[in-house]
């Protein structure tokens, strides 16, 4: 019987979730957490780059997330808001650690969008698959790294995330059309760094 319950429960969609927790009933919650814990924990870790700050990072998020449900009113997606708690989160965390000096990076067309798409998400949205190879996993994150915040998150969250367009506008507050050449920009150089790998590569 109680498996039952827990499989019916597992069934609710988020904003049923939602609803529940605001009720007070705390295994909603708990279940808002699972479902969501790797994908906020895969974010942060390819946004900061920083293996000893995302866990607690990604803590984070969902204590803030639990602060602030009540605010969450479903004019979108939860997901989407969610997403948008943590790339706040982290830009507040690059932002920190910049004035420390701790991280330093490594220094509108959808033409670009096929072959780097392809091997970014190859590589690190699939990483078990090790289809282009851990060595080229790690060049690429290291590549990731080295665009500017902005750059690097609208890439991730379109080609590794593989959001929509309207999703990551609502989630950064950029207009469409802002996203899209940012997008662009993000492509071509991290392409640029890639090219000689993408040449040869699987």
Known sequence: ?????????????DDELVRRVKKGEDFAFSLLVRRYQNRVFNLVHRILGIPEETEDLAQEVFVT????LEQFRGDC???TWLYRITVNLCKNRLKYLFRRNFHKAQEISE?????????????LANPEQQLLGRE?????????LAL???HRIILVLRDIEHLPYEHIAEITGLALGTVKSRLH??????????????????
């Not at 997330?65 to 602030?68: E, F, G, I, P």
């Not at 033409?111 to 590589?123: K, L, P, R």
Request: proline content about 2%.
């Open 1 to 13: 019987m109680q498996t039952s319950n827990v499989e019916e429960q597992a069934t609710f969609s």
């Open 65 to 68: 997330l639990h602060r602030s």
């Open 77 to 79: 997606a939860f997901s």
């Open 111 to 123: 033409t670009a969008e096929t072959d780097i798409q392809t091997h970014v998400s190859m590589a």
């Open 136 to 144: 080229l996993e790690t060049l690429i994150q290291r590549e990731l």
């Open 148 to 150: 500017d915040e902005e």
């Open 185 to 202: 920009r993000a492509r071509s150089a991290l392409r640029q760094q890639m090219q000689p790998y993408l040449a040869t590569g699987a």
